[in-house]
């Protein structure tokens, strides 16, 4: 798994490098392996626009620390794709659980 999680950066730096990437969806399923298994748990890449990714978390707790940590995240990300694409972060807190089948899109789920 250590190698494909090198590799995997290099496959997709060519797509968000693209004037509209779907970053939610090349994030989406990697978004344990960006942010960590702790915040992934509470929390999900859910829009990018113009720049901006938006988060939704289900804990008021991990909605106040995304947004503390929000030049980390954003950096960490970037960092992963090897290019700046995500130049802002909002996050957002949702009262219903994010589990992690429900955080990928409908292509990537098990049915």
């Not at 496959?11 to 090349?26: G, T």
Request: charged content about 25%; glycine content about 2%; proline content about 8%.
């Amino acid at each position: 798994m250590e190698e494909i999680s090198k590799i995997l950066p290099l496959i997709f730096r060519s797509q968000v490098r693209r004037d509209n990437p779907r970053l939610v969806e090349i994030l989406a399923p990697l978004w344990p392996h960006v942010a960590g298994k702790p915040m992934a748990r509470h929390s999900r890449p859910v829009a990018f626009e113009e720049g901006t990714l938006t988060l939704e978390s289900d804990c008021t707790a991990w909605s106040a620390e995304m947004r503390r940590m929000a030049d980390d995240i954003r950096a960490q990300i970037n960092r992963y794709f090897g290019v700046p694409t995500v130049r802002r972060l909002k996050v957002r807190y949702v009262s219903k659980p994010i589990s992690a089948a429900a955080s990928l899109p409908d292509q990537f789920k098990v049915n």
